[in-house]
C-alpha cells in the first residue's frame, strides 16, 4: 500500500502541475476566465480534503483549482470549464472562480470574497436539523475574515452549535494589502471570542502535519457537533490573479519566497517528482485533449439552469 | 479585563469616596444630568400614551437605560459626534434639540427636520452633531468609525460615539467596524446598551462569549463592561475612554449592562417573553430612584425640588405637544425635495403637475391633526 505521506504528496504535486499546464496554456487564451492559482497552497486543501467523505460538504473562494481537485472531482471537467465547454463542471457557464461538484460535495467557490462561509454554516444547519452526520467545511483567505458575514458566520455557528470547519488560508496577501494593513487581531485568536477552539498552523507547505490536525479536528466536530476554526499560515508563489510573479513589486519579498521554497516538498522532495510526474503528465495532457475537442455550449444553454 | 462590572454608585444611593474626591462633575452636572433623566422617562411615558391615543404612530423608548446613554453622552464635548441607535432621546435633549421638534418629528409634521420622511423616533439632529437614528441595525457603527477615521485624518481633535443594542454586535458591521477602528486608531467611543433583549431574544441567543466586553479583546482594544444603571459610572468610564481617543490611544468598547423596562416598542408586548419575576427585579435597580437617592443624601436635591423637576417636564411636554399639533403637515412639494441638489426638471414637471392638481382638487379632508389633550 502506497504510504500516507507518497499519496499526499502525489494529490499536491497532481494539484501544482495541473496549474503549471494553466500557467502554459493561459497566453493562448484558450482558457476564457481570470484564475487565481494556488500554487504554494496546495498543503492546505490536500490536508484538509484528504479527512473529508464525499458526504461532508466544503466550500471554498475563487482560489478553488486545489479544492476541487483535492475532494475528488474530476480533472477532464475542471479543464473543460476553464475553457468554457458544455463538458465542464459548470457547463461552461461558471468558470475558474465557480467551480463546483455536487457528486463530490465540493458545492461551490464564489468570487465574491467570504460569500461561500454563511453557506457552509448554513448547509451545517441543514445537516444538523436532519441528523446527518455530516461537517461542512469552508475555506477562505486572511482577507474574508474583515467581512460581515465572516462574524455572524462564527457567531451564528457557534450559537447554535453547528458542525462547522472554518479553515483560513492566511497568505497574508489581499491582493496587495499585506496582513499589518488590515487586521486588528490574530484569526485563530479571534476565533475564541465567539468561544470557539481554534488552532494554528505555521507550516502551510506540511501536508503530513496538517492532514493531522484536520483528521483531530474533524473527529472531535463530529463527535461534540461543536464548530471549530483552523488558521494555517501559507504563501501565495503568484500574483493574487493571473499566472504572472510578482515578487519584484514593493509588496512583496523574495527573501520570503526563497524561504518557502526552500521547505517545499513539491521543489524540494526530487526523487518523487520523478517517479510521479509522467503519470500525472499523462492524466493532465489528456483532460486538455478533452477539453479542446469538446463543444461550446449552445445558445440555448444561456436559459437553463436557474429555475 | 472584561467579567468584572464597574460600578460608582451603588443600589442603596451611596457612593464610592474614591469617586466623590476624584470626579469633575459639578453639582450644576448632577443636576443637569437628573432633569435630563426626568425629561427623558417623563417623554416616553408621555410618547406612548400618544402612540395609544393615535396621535402618533409608533413609539421606540428608552425606560431604565436613561443612566445609560444619559452618563455616557454627558462625557462628550458639544462638536464631538453621536451616532445613536434608536434608545437615546436624552442625548438629543442634552444637545440642545428643542422637545417639540422632536414631538413634530414623531408626527412627522411639517415641524419635523426630516418632515415626515422618517418613521416616528427616527430622529435627525445635525445641528447637535448627532447621526441620525436608522432602521437597519448596527448601520451607524460604520458611520462612527467612518467620522473618527475622517477625524483623525483631517487633525480635527473630536471623537465620535455609537450606540447599539447587544443583538446588534451580531451584525457584520460590528465586526468590521471594530476592526477598522483598531487597524486605524480612530478616536471613537463603542457603547454597546446591553438591554438583555433583541426584541424576544435573550442575550443567551445572540452570542455564547463571556460577556460583550470581551469581544474588545479580539480586536486589541479595551473593554468594559459597567453597570449600565449606574448612572455616575457610565460617565466616567465614557470620559476615559472620550480622552483615550482623543488623545490618539484609539477606540473603547464599553459594555452598558442594563434592562429594557418596557417593551421592545409600542408594536410589542415584552410580557409574552420575559420569564416571570425578571421585570420585577430590575425595576428595583431603575437608574432613576438609585441616582435621586445619592441626590437626596448629598443635599443637592430636596423631595420639593424633585417634584418640581417632574411637574415642569410634565408641563413643558404638554406645551410642546400643544404646539406641535398646531403645525400642519409637510408641504407637498417634500415629495419631491431632498434628494437631488439641483431637481432634475422631469420630477420638477411631476411636482408642478401634482401641486396643480391639489389645487384643482382641494384638500380633501382636515390635516390639522389637532386631538383635544
Ligand atoms: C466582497 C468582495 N470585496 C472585494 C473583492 C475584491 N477582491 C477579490 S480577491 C480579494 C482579496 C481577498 O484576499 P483573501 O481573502 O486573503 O484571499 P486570497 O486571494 O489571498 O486567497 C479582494 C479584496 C471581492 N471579490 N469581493
Ligand atoms: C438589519 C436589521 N435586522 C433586523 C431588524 C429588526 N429588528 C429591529 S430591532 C431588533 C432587535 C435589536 O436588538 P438590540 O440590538 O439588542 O437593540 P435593543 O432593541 O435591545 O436596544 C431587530 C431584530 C432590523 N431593524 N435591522
Ligand atoms: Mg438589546
Redesign the interface.
Known amino acids: 500500500m502506497i504510504s500516507l505521506y507518497k499519496n499526499l504528496f502525489y494529490q499536491s504535486l497532481r494539484i501544482r502541475m495541473v496549474e503549471e499546464k494553466i500557467i502554459e496554456i493561459y497566453p493562448s487564451d484558450k482558457i476564457q476566465s481570470p484564475v487565481h492559482l494556488s500554487i504554494g497552497q496546495e498543503a492546505v486543501a490536500v490536508g484538509i480534503c484528504n479527512n473529508l467523505l464525499k458526504t461532508d460538504l466544503l466550500y471554498s473562494s475563487y482560489r478553488s483549482h486545489a479544492y476541487y481537485l483535492a475532494k475528488g472531482a474530476n480533472l477532464n471537467k475542471m479543464f473543460a470549464e476553464l475553457y468554457g465547454k458544455v463538458t465542464g463542471c459548470g457547463k461552461g457557464k461558471a468558470g475558474s472562480m465557480h467551480l463546483a461538484e455536487k457528486s463530490v460535495g465540493f458545492m461551490g467557490s464564489s468570487a465574491v470574497v467570504a460569500s461561500t462561509i454563511s453557506h457552509a454554516v448554513g448547509s451545517a444547519l441543514a445537516s444538523k436539523r436532519l441528523n446527518k452526520n455530516q461537517v461542512c467545511v469552508a475555506t477562505f483567505g486572511d482577507g474574508a475574515s ?7 458566520s462564527l ?2 455557528a ?2 447554535f452549535k453547528l458542525p462547522v470547519l472554518f479553515v483560513c488560508e492566511n497568505n497574508g496577501l489581499a491582493i496587495h494589502s499585506t496582513i499589518d ?5 490574530k484569526i485563530h ?2 476565533a ?4 470557539l477552539k481554534s488552532t494554528y498552523i505555521e507550516e502551510g507547505y506540511d501536508f503530513m502535519k496538517i492532514n493531522s490536525l484536520i483528521s483531530e479536528t474533524i473527529n472531535e466536530i463530529k463527535l461534540t457537533g461543536l464548530p471549530q476554526v483552523v488558521e494555517i499560515k501559507t504563501y501565495r508563489y503568484k500574483e493574487h490573479v493571473g499566472i504572472g510573479d510578482d515578487h519584484h513589486v514593493p509588496y512583496r519579498s523574495s527573501k520570503d519566497f526563497d524561504n518557502w521554497k526552500s521547505v517545499d516538498p513539491l521543489i524540494q522532495d526530487k526523487t518523487l517528482i520523478n517517479e510521479f510526474s509522467e503519470k500525472i503528465n499523462a492524466e493532465i495532457e489528456a483532460a486538455v485533449n478533452f477539453a479542446e475537442q469538446s463543444e461550446f455550449p449552445a445558445d440555448s444553454e444561456l436559459f437553463t439552469d436557474i429555475y | 479585563m472584561s467579567s468584572e462590572i464597574i460600578q460608582v454608585l451603588k443600589e442603596d444611593g451611596t457612593v464610592s469616596p474614591l469617586f466623590k474626591k476624584e470626579t469633575d462633575l459639578t453639582e450644576q452636572d448632577l443636576k443637569k444630568i437628573y432633569e435630563t433623566m426626568i425629561l427623558t422617562r417623563v417623554y416616553e411615558e408621555r410618547s406612548l400614551k400618544l402612540q395609544r391615543s393615535g396621535r402618533i404612530g409608533f413609539y421606540i423608548g428608552c425606560k431604565g437605560q436613561e443612566a445609560s446613554h444619559i452618563g455616557s453622552a454627558y462625557a462628550l464635548k458639544m462638536d464631538d459626534w453621536v451616532f445613536p441607535a434608536y434608545r437615546e432621546p436624552g442625548v438629543l435633549f442634552l444637545r440642545g434639540i428643542a422637545l417639540k421638534t422632536m414631538i413634530c418629528q414623531m408626527m412627522g409634521n411639517a415641524g419635523d427636520p426630516t418632515m415626515g420622511r422618517q418613521m416616528p423616533c427616527h430622529y435627525s439632529y445635525k445641528e447637535g452633531n448627532n447621526g441620525s437614528v436608522s432602521s437597519p441595525l448596527a448601520t451607524q457603527i460604520p458611520h462612527a468609525v467612518g467620522i473618527a477615521y475622517a477625524a483623525k485624518y483631517m487633525k480635527h481633535k473630536i471623537v465620535s460615539l455609537t450606540y447599539f443594542g447587544e443583538g446588534s454586535t ?7 467596524g ?2 477598522f477602528a ?2 486605524f486608531k480612530s478616536p471613537v467611543v463603542f457603547i454597546c446598551q446591553n438591554n438583555q433583549w433583541a426584541i424576544s431574544v435573550p442575550v443567551a ?6 460577556s460583550i466586553a ?2 474588545a ?5 479595551p473593554g468594559i463592561k459597567v453597570d449600565g444603571n449606574d448612572v455616575l459610572a457610565m460617565y466616567q468610564v465614557t470620559k476615559d475612554a472620550v480622552e483615550r481617543a482623543r488623545n490618539g490611544d484609539g477606540p473603547t468598547l464599553i459594555e452598558s449592562f442594563t434592562y429594557r423596562l418596557g417593551s421592545h416598542s409600542s408594536s410589542d408586548d415584552a410580557a409574552r417573553y420575559r420569564p416571570e419575576g425578571e421585570l420585577e427585579s430590575w425595576e428595583q435597580k431603575d437608574p432613576i430612584i438609585r441616582f435621586e437617592k445619592y441626590l437626596l443624601s448629598e443635599n443637592i436635591l430636596t423631595p420639593e425640588s424633585i417634584k418640581k423637576i417632574k411637574d415642569d417636564a410634565e408641563e413643558e411636554f404638554t406645551q410642546a405637544v400643544k404646539e406641535a399639533e398646531k403645525v400642519g403637515l409637510p408641504p407637498l412639494e417634500t415629495l419631491f425635495t431632498g434628494v437631488y441638489k439641483d431637481m432634475p426638471e422631469s420630477l420638477r414637471e411631476q411636482m408642478e403637475d401634482l401641486i396643480n392638481e391639489q389645487k384643482r382638487l382641494g384638500a380633501s379632508e382636515d390635516n390639522s391633526m389637532a386631538f383635544p389633550l
Open positions: 474583515e467581512e460581515g458575514s465572516y462574524h455572524e457567531n451564528f457557534s450559537v494593513q488590515r487586521h486588528s487581531y485568536e479571534h475564541k471570542s465567539y468561544n | 451580531s451584525e457584520g458591521d460590528f465586526h468590521t471594530l476592526n483598531a487597524v441567543r445572540q452570542t455564547v462569549s463571556e470581551i469581544k479583546k479580539a480586536y486589541g482594544m
